[in-house]
T-cell receptor
Framework: SQKIEQNSEALNIQEGKTATLTCNYT??????LQWYRQDPGRGPVFLLL?????KEKRKERLKVTFDTTLKQSLFHITASQPADSATYLC???????????FGAGTRLFVKA | NAGVTQTPKFQVLKTGQSMTLQCAQD?????MYWYRQDPGMGLRLIYY???????DKGEVPNGYNVSRLNKREFSLRLESAAPSQTSVYFC??????????????FGPGTRLTVT
């Protein structure tokens, strides 16, 4: 069955450093891969989408890579800030789009 | 724009009781979804509606029913609540992006406890 793995351990980093989060998937060939941010007690918020034929996508301080050979996506936050502290969800998506699969998320803590 | 709204925000039910969770979106999206989120697990799709008039099962549909009332509204019904349905429920809507893929917009969630 399809499986999405994100690091279940929280990531603790110092303000100003780059945070790197990993998403691995198996038994799946997604056409797209999305990243969402979720704050405690709130619904997920869309951040970025990358297509299978794109190697890298950037938006302000965010960068996502998508390696279909390794079946892995990396999510980077550069110059991290305490306000970036949240849980980040990886969500591979097929061409149909309706049955997006979500990873359990990685909790990021940025210390001032 | 309110985006995606859900009611109620919190609910406590006794085993065997029924209830309906309401969801509405004001973004004119065609597709709507119901997910549940449990600790340590990813969001799991219960049901979705690709467009008005259609509904389909997701990964965990047992014990639930849905109604796509119109383009704006998509409700989730628990006919006979069980403790295993204690969870946080999220409604979402989406529209296909011009560059492909479906970016989803989520509501604030309903925290349901079944005792």
């Amino acid at each position: 069955s399809q499986k999405i793995e994100q690091n279940s351990e929280a990531l603790n980093i110092q303000e100003g450093k780059t945070a790197t989060l990993t998403c691995n998937y198996t038994n799946y060939s997604p056409a797209y891969l999305q990243w969402y941010r979720q704050d405690p007690g709130r619904g997920p918020v869309f951040l970025l989408l990358i297509r299978e034929n794109e190697k890298e996508k950037r938006k302000e301080r965010l960068k996502v890579t998508f390696d279909t050979t390794l079946k892995q996506s990396l999510f980077h936050i550069t110059a991290s800030q305490p306000a970036d502290s949240a849980t980040y969800l990886c969500a591979p998506q097929g061409t149909g789009g309706f049955k997006t699969i979500f990873g359990a998320g990685t909790r990021l803590f940025v210390k001032a | 724009n309110a985006g995606v709204t859900q009611t109620p925000k919190f609910q406590v039910l006794k085993t065997g009781q029924s209830m309906t969770l309401q969801c509405a979106q004001d973004m004119n999206h065609n597709s709507m979804y119901w997910y549940r989120q449990d600790p340590g697990m990813g969001l799991r799709l219960i049901y979705y509606s690709a467009s008005e008039g259609t509904t389909d099962k997701g990964e965990v549909p047992n014990g639930y029913n849905v109604s796509r009332l119109n383009k704006r509204e998509f409700s989730l019904r628990l006919e006979s609540a069980a403790p295993s349905q204690t969870s946080v429920y999220f409604c979402a809507s989406s529209e296909v992006r011009t560059s492909g893929g479906y970016e989803q917009y989520f509501g604030p969630g309903t925290r349901l406890t079944v005792t």
